[in-house]
């Protein structure tokens, strides 16, 4: 008995210590990230399995993102997605809500769309959980061979016309907090959450990453991929919220 009480003690003692010395990014992401996140792929193969989806995919997180932005933004959590990650949820399609660019948009159900409330994680935490994040590249593949062509550079006014006139992604995307659809993420930030190679590769081909979503598989001229991917770089450079 004496043994067993012991034992109780040195229990209480001992487990904090041994939890956070086991908490390492794998298991920080099985018991806190997986039941939200898919970390093993494959992308939902049909829109049932698209519409179920609560939260964005991560098994291919190290084709996609900057360390530095992960690491950040896991110790602090904003709304990416202004509809959130299903819009068929949030959105009512019929566009008629007036931007501040004098267009309609589609509306949000506001009551419906709470603040983001998101695993929030210590600094020593976000940079291990980033390391096993970065490790997840299921998507090897489909970046190689891609690559930034600097020169096709572009100013802020050219890349708006190339999003907005041209190829109409702002239906979609923000470039701009309040300018733009709210479908998809906004672009604004992309420059500094997402890799060039990624970025290139999803906007040729959105369906070769997830082949139900509802991005179009655009007919983007290769000239003017490299154009909007330098654009949404320049445009991450943009004060648009310090805080992110
Ligand atoms: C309760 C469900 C839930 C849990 C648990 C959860 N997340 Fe998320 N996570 C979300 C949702 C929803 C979003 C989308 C937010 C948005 O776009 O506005 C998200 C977004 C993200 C993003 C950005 C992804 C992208 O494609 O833009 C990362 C990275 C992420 N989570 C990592 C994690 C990690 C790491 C953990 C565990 C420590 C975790 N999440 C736990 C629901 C969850
Ligand atoms: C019909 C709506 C729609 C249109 C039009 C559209 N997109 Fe998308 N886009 C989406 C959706 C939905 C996603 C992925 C959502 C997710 O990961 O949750 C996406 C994802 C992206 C991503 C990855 C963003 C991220 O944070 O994960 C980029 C970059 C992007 N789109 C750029 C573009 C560009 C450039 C165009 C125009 C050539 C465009 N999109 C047109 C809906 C759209």
Redesign the pocket.
């Known amino acids: 008995m004496k043994r067993f009480l012991l034992s109780m003690v040195a229990a209480v003692v001992i487990s904090p210590v041994l939890a956070s010395a086991g908490e390492d990014g794998p298991t920080i992401l099985d018991t806190r990230c997986a039941y939200c996140h898919n970390l093993k792929g494959p992308a939902p193969q049909t829109i049932h399995d698209l519409w179920k989806r609560d939260a964005?995919?991560l098994f291919y997180a190290g084709n996609?993102f900057r360390r530095e932005w992960l690491v950040s933004w896991l110790q602090k959590p904003v709304r990416?997605?202004p509809a959130g990650?299903n819009?068929l949820r949030t959105i009512n399609s019929t566009p008629h809500q007036e931007g501040k660019d004098g267009k309609k948009y589609d509306v949000l159900w506001g009551a419906v769309l709470k603040p983001l409330v998101h695993e929030t994680l210590t600094a020593p935490e976000a940079e291990l959980v980033a390391d096993s994040l970065m490790k997840l590249r299921a998507g090897d593949e489909l970046v190689s061979g891609m690559m930034v062509d600097k020169s096709k550079t572009v100013t802020l006014d050219q890349g708006e016309v190339?999003?907005d006139k041209v190829?109409?992604?702002q239906?979609?995307?923000q470039i701009e907090p309040g300018y733009g659809?709210y479908?998809?993420?906004?672009?604004y930030t992309?420059g500094r959450?997402?890799q060039p190679e990624?970025?290139l590769s999803?906007?040729k081909r959105?369906k070769n990453w997830?082949p139900k979503?509802?991005?179009?598989n655009?007919n983007?001229k290769p000239e003017d991929l490299q154009k909007?991917v330098n654009y949404?770089i320049l445009l991450s450079k943009e004060n648009f919220d310090e805080a992110r």
């Open positions: 964005p995919d996609k990416i997605r990650v819009y190339l999003i190829y109409g992604c239906s979609c995307h659809g479908t998809g993420p906004e672009l992309a959450r997402l990624f970025m999803y906007i959105p997830d979503i509802w991005m179009p655009g983007v909007i949404l």
